[in-house]
């Protein structure tokens, strides 16, 4: 169910369009991911477009906002120097509000499940069962990986995705990147088994006869109930070395870097602006 959910909670990811377009088609995306986990008949095929499209809708015209606002905060307060370590703390917290507010209206689109047939939902567990297993294939392979190999890894992946942003890291923003990754506790084991304690309790829920409404909508309101106390922590700890990090930086930007921080968020938010805009009427 989180990837049935993720494909449609990507609607949420303006981040990761890369041009107009994507964001205009990604209903077309979600549609057509939803299908790759269960086969639906004509009358359902219809319902997901409308429900897809709704929630498109819905999104651009009632989230986009939002970001674009806090995004404009945030870049105003980088290139007047005021920026402090509490916005930054602040800013993530409005990113899982914002994620909750994508959770609730999942949660009030999500009756298809209700119209699907016994083997129809048979097909959608064993399908998410399948995908799960592939990422715990993965893991198995990285992990005859050494922890440096591993390490090095995510360095090359963060340190491309900061240069997109920054230009070329200088030697202390290169340690501080290095110093962050080693320190920083590894969480893909534990997120796994916690998506496989969710998926456990999403077949509970929809093989009951009736399907356990109830259930479904407390799992896709708030999924974290199932994480246990190690993982938990584990995750409060990443979060709050990830926010110290991007402290760090900040506090490291030399004026050219300040100036393409600056850049690149003026261009996401003449991007939010176009598709605020494309999708006002």
Request: hydrophobic fraction near 35%.
């Amino acid at each position: 169910m989180y990837r049935l959910l993720g494909v449609l909670i990507v609607l949420t990811f303006i981040a990761g369009c890369t041009a107009n377009i994507g964001y205009k088609f990604a209903d077309t995306l979600v549609e057509w991911k939803v299908k790759d986990y269960v086969d639906l008949n004509d009358k359902q095929e219809e319902l997901l477009s409308k429900k897809v499209d709704e929630m498109h809708q819905w999104h651009a015209q009632t989230q986009l906002p939002l970001y674009r606002k806090e995004l404009k905060s945030l870049r105003d307060k980088v290139e007047q120097k005021s920026l402090t370590q509490q916005d930054i703390s602040d800013f993530e917290s409005r990113l899982w509000d914002f994620w909750g507010n994508v959770l609730t209206q999942v949660e009030a689109e999500a009756d298809l499940l209700t119209t699907l047939t016994l083997t129809q939902r048979e097909q959608l567990i064993r399908r998410l069962e399948e995908a799960q297993e592939e990422r715990y294939q993965r893991l198995e392979e990285d992990k005859k990986e050494s922890d440096i190999l591993r390490r090095l890894d995510r360095i090359t992946e963060v340190e491309e995705d900061l240069e997109d942003i920054l230009g070329d890291l200088t030697t202390e923003q290169d340690k501080l990147l290095r110093s962050w990754v080693s320190e920083s506790p590894e969480l893909r084991e534990q997120w796994l088994s916690y998506r496989a304690s969710w998926l456990t309790e999403f077949e509970k829920a929809l093989m009951s006869r009736p399907i356990d409404e109830k259930r479904l909508s407390s799992l896709i309101l708030d999924p974290r109930q199932l994480r246990n106390e190690d993982f938990q922590q584990n995750s409060e700890q990443s979060s709050e070395l990830r926010k110290e990090f991007l402290w760090d930086m900040y506090q490291s930007l030399n004026p050219e870097q300040r100036k393409k921080v600056i850049k690149k968020a003026d261009e996401y938010i003449d991007l939010l602006d176009s598709l605020i805009n494309d999708f006002s009427d």
